[in-house]
């Protein structure tokens, strides 16, 4: 270790700080201490702070974006509910690209589940469901049934591989999880595993946050940290060695999420785009949810915090908020495209600032918990690619069928927890078997009655036709239901598996048939 020509290095950059405790170290934190700081360029830190801190400072002075927004213009709009005569050909050609191995996805994984209360990634959560199968198990069988379902429409064998972006802090325990479970069917070479950028967390004067006297404060890049990765660690390359055109990109914490769905992919070639997102409608204004729109004729995500009130209040000549399309973090791009943002355009991007309470040592080395911000976390968003588009397109899915994120434990909020991911995936299969013909029954043989479409979300929307009567209150528990993906993607496919048919909850259909728990005895 050349901890002198460290120490020159750290000078010119006004870093030599990181250093002040290193008498104080073991050898082997010293070795920790001094990799760390070599594989940092403090040059290009330095610029990245002060481009971001000049942004921030910009942003926080600009008045609102009100003025400039418009709403998504109908010709980039498809909606799943509004173009449904048109969802079976969207869906043709997005199973036609899957048979043809044109189809890949892209999780961005690189969270841990602290705000859930527990040390390890979130992807290996579980929710509570019958089946104890986890967000990365049920990701995983959506993959395989999707595979399966492709494969069988066209005669052919097909592979969706599945890229799996991870940070410095899940990479190993993601990777031994699946290797544990034999990567859930899939084949090894087909799960790809690589890990998104780390910066240190530095303080408003642009210093590097020491987390003790032998470790830098680190942090994921965000998520837009993605296309950094995908260069640096060759993924680009892979994708167009597999012959690879579109990527669906998604995040791992959504438990309804359709893992390349062909909708979402067949909509999005028909329109010739080369960049979408797929969005649900906004519950109420004051949803805290990132809005897709036109700024100054530019797609991006605004955040609800830079909305006024009134903007967010306003509804078109339907009655549906004019704003209404919500981020849900789940885009699709082409391959081509994703080369030119890795290429071109990635370094023109601009770190967005997070004022954090980070916690550091003071100038004795003592431990210090700040309970204000004392210093900033420095990351990109996965969306902040939308400017670079040739042809955007957006694409409405309901709620309740595709998003119910997890972010929360169980004894936080009551929103976006355990509990509600739970539910929204039992309601959901729920309705798949109420609209493949079966019925529930409770104890005594009677019939139970059905449960509103926005049952999981509070929300009183319309139940399928062939579902409407008897509607069961919105606040009610759903019943227990859980179809495994391996035997509908869906809701596809389950009329042989319950059609004409009385069941008891809970129910599990797998692929060893259907099992009604109470009446097995278990």
Not at 143 to 172: D, F, N
Not at 221 to 235: E, S, V, W
Not at 295 to 317: F, M
Not at 496 to 510: K, W
Request: glycine content about 8%; proline content about 5%.
């Amino acid at each position: 270790m050349d901890v002198h020509a460290l120490r020159r290095r750290l000078s010119p950059a006004g870093q030599e700080h990181l250093l002040q405790f290193w008498e104080e170290l073991d050898e082997a934190q010293r070795a920790e201490l001094y990799a760390e700081l070599q594989a940092m360029d403090f040059e290009e830190l330095n610029a990245f702070f002060q481009k971001a801190m000049e942004g921030f400072s910009q942003s926080s002075q600009q008045e609102r974006v009100d003025a400039r927004m418009e709403p998504v213009p109908r010709e980039v709009l498809g909606s799943a509910t509004r173009d449904q005569d048109q969802l079976q050909a969207w869906e043709s050609e997005g199973l036609f690209q899957i048979s043809q191995n044109k189809v890949a996805v892209l999780l961005l994984a690189g969270g841990q589940g602290t705000r859930l209360g527990v040390a390890y990634p979130k992807g290996m959560y579980d929710v509570g469901l019958p089946s104890r199968k986890t967000l990365f198990q049920i990701q995983a069988e959506r993959i395989l049934k999707l595979q399966q379902l492709a494969g069988k429409r066209h005669g052919r064998q097909c592979v969706i591989p599945w890229y799996i972006m991870t940070s410095g802090r899940t990479m190993e325990a993601t990777a031994a999880f699946f290797a544990k479970h034999r990567h859930f069917g899939l084949k090894e070479e087909d799960v790809v595993f690589f890990q998104q950028g780390m910066l240190p967390a530095m303080s408003f004067d642009g210093k590097v946050i020491l987390e003790d006297k032998g470790r830098v404060s680190m942090a994921p890049d965000g998520n837009g940290g993605l296309y950094r990765a995908l260069a640096a660690q060759n993924i680009m390359q892979d994708m167009e060695q597999r012959g690879v055109w579109s990527v669906h990109v998604y995040c791992v914490d959504n438990i309804l999420v359709r893992v390349a769905d062909p909708c979402f992919i067949g909509f999005c070639l028909q329109k010739g785009a080369d960049c979408g997102a797929k969005v649900v409608e906004k519950t109420n204004p004051t949803e805290p949810v990132g809005v897709v729109c036109r700024v100054d004729g530019v797609y991006q995500v605004v955040e609800y915090s830079e909305i006024s009130l009134a903007t967010a209040q306003r509804r078109g000549p339907d009655g549906r908020l004019l704003f209404s399309a919500g981020n849900i973090a789940n885009h699709f791009f082409s391959v081509p495209f994703l080369r030119d943002v890795v290429s071109v355009h990635e370094p023109r991007l601009q770190h967005h600032v997070a004022q954090k309470k980070i916690p550091c040592v003071d100038p004795l080395g003592r431990p210090l918990r700040p309970d204000k911000p004392n210093g900033i976390k420095m990351e990109k968003f996965v969306f902040d690619i939308f400017q670079f588009a040739k042809k955007f397109v957006v694409y409405e899915v309901l709620r309740e069928d595709e998003f119910s994120p997890l972010k929360n434990a169980d004894s936080q909020n009551g929103k976006d927890n355990p509990t509600t991911a739970r539910h929204a995936l039992l309601s959901l299969h729920h309705r798949w078997v109420l609209n493949a013909g079966g019925h529930f029954v409770d104890e005594n043989g009677s019939r139970l009655p059905a449960i509103p479409r926005g049952a999981a979300h509070g929300k009183p929307e319309a139940a399928p036709a062939d579902v409407q009567h008897n509607l069961k209150e919105a606040g009610d528990v759903p019943i227990q239901c859980e179809v495994s993906p391996l035997v509908s993607y869906a809701g596809e496919g389950l009329e042989r598996y319950v059609a004409g048919r009385e069941f008891q909850a809970p129910l599990i259909i797998d692929g060893a048939g259907v099992h009604e728990l109470v009446r097995n005895g278990l």
